[in-house]
């Protein structure tokens, strides 16, 4: 498996991986309260960095080990990739407009926003190793 094949499959886990910590752990902290009276700030920021630096780290180790130059191939993938899960954030980010707009407390609209990263990072990460295997898609 490539590098860069890799190093999708790792973000493929880290993200849904981050999130569930942080769900679950939200629980834990309600404790039988509803979970928008809950304080969440400090577990999204630490799951999201937690996230990002089990991401990095193992994105250096890949990369270390194996040492390729993108061609043209891997900057069309990164490309169409980068586009699926932007497509999700954009649709996400109008939900979250959509909750402000109707006074929804920041909570349920915080969550809706890093469900949409978390959402966004899987599919990408999915088009990633799927265009790496079977080939990127004629248009």
Same mark, same amino acid.
């Given at each position: ?45 630490? @799951?999201?960095?937690?996230? /990002?630096?089990? *991401?990095?780290?193992? %994105?250096? $180790? ?6 390729? &130059? !993108? ?32 006074? @929804?407390?920041?909570?349920? /609209?915080?969550? *809706?926003?890093?469900? %949409?990263? $978390? ?6 990460? &999915? !088009? ?12």
């Amino acid at each position: 498996m490539e590098a860069r094949a890799k190093t999708a499959a790792v973000l493929l886990g880290v993200a849904p991986a981050a999130w569930i910590t942080y769900l679950a752990l939200l629980v834990m902290r309600a404790d039988g309260a509803p979970l928008s009276t809950t304080g969440y700030v400090d577990l999204v920021l630490w @799951t999201i960095g937690g996230g /990002i630096v089990v *991401a990095v780290a193992t %994105t250096l $180790v890949v990369h270390t080990r194996d040492r390729q &130059a !993108a061609d043209a191939r891997d900057r069309e993938i990164e490309g169409r990739a980068d586009a699926m899960g932007n497509a999700i954030v954009v649709l996400g980010a109008l939900v979250a407009l959509a909750l402000a707009l109707a006074d @929804t407390p920041s909570f349920w /609209i915080a969550n *809706a926003l890093y469900l %949409t990263f $978390v959402l966004a990072g899987v599919l990408s990460a &999915a !088009a990633r190793l799927g265009f790496y295997r079977v080939g990127v898609p004629g248009w």
